[in-house]
């Protein structure tokens, strides 16, 4: 069983969760998903970032303590992943003793294996107090930050403890190039090559004197920066420096937004080679949600509602849409009207349909249990054909890709019912026939309840049981594929899965 260790950014507990965060979280949860069917050891970490000076403000606005402020949103954030059947198996907080543990560890490490790489010096610049971090000329529009273009840039010059990253910058490169620090999707890949090409400049880690945050080890004049901690909370979640941590370290996959690849690509791989820990196999960087054109996040305020996105048609639909139309690789649109058409045509109309009119007819055909026969006809070929597509597109973590093998399968499904009629054939008596495109179908639900599970767990799940399966499709139905043992099992009347919205 190989071990499968896989992240999501953290989200810094400033305000409510968004559909930008659900994106992300939904597509890393069917990441997870789709390695525990292939069998894999699958550790799965979703977290809160809580140690930010704005998280701090926040608090300090709502007149609530910092320590109550972010239980509250973790809280809420974890309750809102798993309405939206998020299966992760831990939740880290950076405010925990666990990860301030690491984060000293990890830094006396740096110092111990590479003195010289964090090291005193002055920083002065152009502060975003929103961004929490001195902003390049290149991130200065119009003289504003280009993330925060209301707030104003605070000139800051501090004594502060820096990294030697510019130490790094040839051995990253050369690990991107050859694909040993994996950089998807090939266009986030170029962008950090570019970055990296242009030269690196040593980074600022601490902060003076703040009252929110982790201590810098050996110096309390000093807090670690809230970026530098952060990154760290991937390896706190594995109980490093304890012995034992490599049995989840180093991460096989680290989700984040396209917005902090130069975190995750560059700094993050940089501060694991000074302290000689091995680095992450892959980061795979998302686009965003956009609605109405801009892009979903707290900070441009956009006004759709996640809790409105989950009500209108259960969490399975959202997430099927988020990764299906939105799409994990790019920046797509929501739309209401889109997201409405996409429940009605496939997941209404085409998967619901058919498993409602096919277990109808097993319930009335051959009272609910399914017959042997028929193996190898033209939908089991349709079928075995959408299992070797899915498997290829989600590998690579084409989600959008595993999407279209599965619900073009329900569409070859939806046909095959109407030309082999089986209504015609049990009214001809003919019962070999029938008892072929029964088990036929019977098997094509089958594979898709399985396909089609780490899209829409809930869903898939409750017509795993419909369909007579045993527990949990999960972990390890993906070998039964090849040729589903449907024969003799007692299928029952199902629940419609989608039902259609009332006419307004
Ligand atoms: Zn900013």
New binding site residues.
Partial sequence: MAKFYLTTAIDYSNGEPHLGHALEKVGADCIARYRRLRGDAVHFLMGMDENAQKVALAAEHAGVPPAEWVRTLAERFDATWRRLLCSHDDWIRTTEPRHHRTTVALIERIRARNPGDVFIGEYEGLY?T??EEFKQESQIVNGH?E??PH?ELVRTREQNYFFRLSRYRDEILGLIRSGALAVEPAIRRNEVVRVLEAGLQDISISRQRLAWGIPFPGDPEQTVYVWFDALINYLSATGFPDAGYERLWPADLHVVGKGITRFHCIIWPAMLLSAEVALPREVWAHGYVQWGGTKVSKSAGTAVSLDDAIARHGPDALRYFLLREVGFEADGNFTWDRFDERYTADLADGFGNLASRSLAMLARYRAGKVPAGGAGTSLDASGLAAVRRYAETMDRLDLRGGAEAVFGLVGEANLYVQQAAPWTLAKQGRETDLDDVLATLARCLYRLTVLASPFIPGKAQSLWQTLGGRGEIEPAQWASLEAPPVAGMATTKPEVLFPKPAPA
Avoid: A, S, Y
């Fill in positions: 975003c929103g961004c930050c993330e925060h707030l």
